[in-house]
C-alpha cells in the first residue's frame, strides 16, 4: 500500500552560493531517500527552498551595496541552478519571501498567540556601536558561559547545545565587524518553551528509532527550557500580525521562526501551483503518512524542539492545551535525519575562512553523480568526515570507474559484438542463478538501509553485487566460449540482467549515469526523472517572478524491483559511462581548489 513521505529538506541561506560541506548534509542524502521512496510506490513530497531572512541576508547586502530582497533573489537563483544541477528531485524548490509563506508564517503565529503560547517580555538586545544597528544574537560569538566553548553563538552553543542569551557570554563580538557590542533594553515577543516541558518531553520519549547523534543532542533539550525570543529589531522579515507590533516598522518575526515553518508553507505552494489547493493534507494531516526532516548536525535543536513545538502550539496540543489552528491538525516530524560536518583538512567548510569548494565548480569538472556517489558512499552520515581529493579520487576510478563503469562496459560491449542484442540464455548452469538469486535478494537489503536513511550501507551492499558480477564474468570467460555460443549466450544473458539490477540498485545515487545505462540496454524514455528550472510568477503578487525547482516524477519507469531484460533487445557498443581522473588530482587537487600545504 503506498504512504505519503514528506521529505522535509533543510532551507540554505540565499547570502552566496552553496559549498559541497552544506549539500553533503541537507542535499544528497535527501534526494537519494526520495527517490528510493518513489520507486518503492509510496506518495512522496519533497520540499523546501531559500532561507532569505535574517541577519546573514542583511551582512551579504551591506559586503554587495545592494537592497537585501535583490541579494536574496541573486543567490536564490544560483542555489536552484546548483541543487538542479545536481539532481535534487524537489516537488517545489521555492523561498520564504513569497506572499504565500508570509501569510502561513502570519496564520501559524497568531494560532499560537491564541493558545497563549507567546508571550512579550522585556529583555537586553545587542547594538553595534559604530552603525546603532541591532545585532540578533546568532552574530554574536564568545566563550560558553556553561562549557567555555570559544565560538559560542548569542542564541545557543553548538558545543554542549544549550540555549543562550548573547548577553551572558564571556568576551562577546560581533561577527558583522569584530566590535564590541552594546546591549540595551528591548521588548520582543517569545516563544514560551517551558509551556511544552511535558508534551515535548514525552514526545521525545517515544524517539526511539532516531541516529544516535540526534538522540544523544535532544536527550537533554527539556531540562532547561527557556522563552526563547521570535522576533528581532529588523526591518528585514516577516511582519508581526498584532496590534502595536504591526505598525513597528522596526520589529520583523526573526529567521529562525519563519524558516522552520517553510516546511508546510512550501507544501502549501506546491499544492497551489499544481491547482489542487488541498493536495498538501495527505502528507500533514493523515496520521499514517511519515514526515523526515535532512539537515545538518547544527539544526537539530530547531527541528527537534522548536519545531514540534511549534505545531503543538498550532495544534493545541502544548502543556496549556488551546484549539486546533486553521489547518487542521498538523503532524509532528517522524525523524529528524541528521548528517555530522563533512570537514576540509579537519576544519568545517567555511566561505568565511577560505576552507570551501562550491557545488557549481564540481559539477562543472566531475558532473553530479560522481559528487553523489562520494557523499552516499564516504560522507558525514553518522560522524564528521574529512573531504580529501585522494578518496574522492580513489572512490571514482576504483568503485565507478574500475568496477560500476568496467561492468557495464565489458557486458553491453561484448554482447553487441556478438548478437547484437540481449542474448536467450539456451544453456544455463548453477553459477547464474546464483549470482542473479545475489542481484534479487540485495532489493530487500539496499532498500532497507534506505528507508533507514543508512546511505553507506546501502552503496556497499548495491557495489557488492557490482563486485561479484565483475568475478563471475572474469571466472566464466565468456570471450572463450566462441565454439560454445549458447553456454556464451547464457553468460552474457546472466551479466545484462545483473547490469539491469544493479542499475536500479544504484538508480537513487547515480540517477544521471542510471538514464544512460537504461538506454545502453536498449531502454527508452525516462528511466530518473530530473528537476526542473521553471519560472513562476508570486501567487499573491503577479508582478513578482522567481525560479522553482519542480518535476514530472510519476512519469519516470524506474521502480525496486528485478525486471526481466528484453530477449533480442537491440544493443551496440556503450561509451564509458565513468571517466578516470587523473592520480595527479590526488596531489595537487584542481585549480579552483588547490590542496594547501
Known amino acids: 500500500m503506498s504512504t505519503s513521505v514528506l521529505t522535509a529538506v533543510a532551507w540554505p541561506y540565499a547570502n552566496g552560493p552553496r559549498h559541497i560541506g552544506h549539500i553533503s548534509g541537507f542535499g544528497v542524502p535527501s534526494d537519494v531517500f526520495s527517490r528510493y521512496q518513489r520507486m518503492a510506490g509510496n506518495r512522496v513530497l519533497m520540499v523546501s527552498g531559500t532561507d532569505e531572512h535574517g541577519t546573514p541576508i542583511l551582512v551579504q547586502a551591506d559586503k554587495e551595496g545592494a537592497p537585501a530582497r535583490e541579494v536574496a533573489a541573486k543567490y536564490n537563483r544560483v542555489i536552484a541552478e546548483d541543487l538542479q544541477g545536481l539532481g535534487l528531485s524537489y516537488d517545489l524548490f521555492t523561498r520564504t519571501t513569497t506572499g504565500n509563506h508570509y501569510k ?75 566590535e564590541t557590542p552594546e546591549f540595551v533594553s528591548t521588548e520582543h515577543l517569545f516563544l514560551d518553551l517551558p509551556a511544552f516541558t511535558d508534551s515535548l518531553g514525552k514526545w521525545l520519549s517515544t524517539r526511539t528509532g532516531w541516529r544516535s547523534n540526534v538522540l544523544n543532542f535532544t536527550r537533554n533539550l527539556v531540562e532547561d527550557m527557556r522563552p526563547r525570543p521570535i522576533s528581532r529589531d529588523l526591518d528585514w522579515g516577516v511582519p508581526i500580525p498584532l496590534d502595536g507590533w504591526r505598525e513597528q516598522s522596526m520589529k520583523r518575526l526573526y529567521v529562525w521562526f519563519d524558516a522552520v515553518i517553510g516546511y508546510f508553507s512550501a507544501s502549501v505552494e506546491w499544492a497551489q501551483r499544481i491547482g489542487d489547493p488541498d493536495a498538501w493534507r495527505p502528507w500533514w494531516t493523515d496520521p499514517s503518512a511519515q514526515a523526515y526532516y535532512f539537515m545538518g548536525k547544527d539544526n537539530i535543536t530547531f527541528h527537534a524542539q522548536i519545531w514540534p513545538a511549534l505545531l503543538m502550539g498550532h495544534n493545541g496540543t502544548g502543556d496549556r492545551g488551546g484549539d ?3 489547518f487542521g491538525e498538523l503532524k509532528l516530524p517522524d525523524e529528524i535525519v541528521s548528517s555530522e560536518f563533512l570537514t576540509m583538512s579537519g576544519s568545517k567548510f567555511s566561505t568565511s575562512r577560505g576552507t570551501v569548494i562550491y557545488v557549481r565548480d564540481f559539477l562543472r569538472e566531475f558532473g553530479p553523480d560522481a559528487l553523489r556517489y562520494f557523499i552516499s558512499a564516504a560522507g558525514p552520515e553518522t560522524q564528521d568526515v574529512d573531504f580529501t581529493w585522494d578518496e574522492f579520487v580513489r572512490r571514482t ?80 570467460e565468456p570471450w572463450k566460449l566462441k565454439d560454445d555460443p549458447d553456454r556464451r549466450d547464457a553468460v552474457l544473458h546472466t551479466a ?11 538508480t537513487p545515487f547515480l540517477p544521471h549515469s542510471a538514464q544512460k545505462v537504461h538506454e545502453l540496454l536498449g531502454g527508452t524514455g525516462t528511466w530518473s526523472a530530473q528537476p526542473e ?19 514530472e516524477y510519476a512519469s519516470e519507469q524506474a521502480s525496486w524491483q528485478s525486471r526481466p531484460i528484453g530477449v533480442g533487445q537491440p544493443l551496440s557498443k556503450p561509451t564509458p559511462l565513468f571517466g578516470k581522473l587523473d592520480t595527479e588530482l590526488a596531489e595537487t587537487g584542481p585549480e579552483w581548489a588547490p590542496i594547501q600545504d
Open 104 to 178: 502561513v508564517v502570519q496564520q501559524i503565529f497568531l494560532a499560537l498567540h491564541r493558545n497563549g503560547y507567546i508571550v512579550p517580555k522585556t529583555t537586553t538586545g545587542a547594538v553595534s556601536p559604530s552603525t546603532g544597528r541591532t545585532l540578533p544574537d546568532r552574530y554574536i560569538e564568545g566563550t560558553c558561559p556553561i562549557c567555555s566553548y570559544d565560538g559560542a553563538r548569542g542564541d545557543q552553543c553548538d558545543n554542549c547545545g544549550n540555549q543562550l542569551d548573547a548577553a551572558d557570554l564571556k568576551n562577546p563580538v560581533s561577527r558583522v565587524n569584530g
Open 533 to 551: 528550472l521553471r519560472e513562476v510568477s508570486d501567487l499573491d503578487d503577479p508582478e513578482t517572478a522567481y525560479p522553482v525547482l519542480m518535476g
Open 397 to 476: 576510478n576504483f568503485e565507478l570507474a574500475n568496477e560500476w563503469g568496467n561492468l557495464v562496459n565489458r557486458a553491453i560491449t561484448m554482447a553487441a559484438k556478438n548478437n547484437g542484442a540481449v542474448p536467450a540464455p539456451t544453456a544455463p548452469q548453477p553459477a547464474d542463478e546464483e549470482l542473479k538469486s545475489l542481484a534479487r535478494d540485495a532489493f530487500d537489503v539496499v532498500g532497507d538501509n534506505l528507508r533507514r536513511s543508512r546511505f553507506r550501507a546501502a552503496t556497499q551492499e548495491a557495489m557488492r553485487v557490482v563486485s561479484a558480477a565483475n568475478k563471475y564474468l572474469s571466472e566464466q
Open 324 to 326: 486546533t489552528g486553521p
Open 496 to 506: 545484462l540482467q545483473v547490469v539491469s539490477d544493479a542499475n536500479t540498485l544504484l
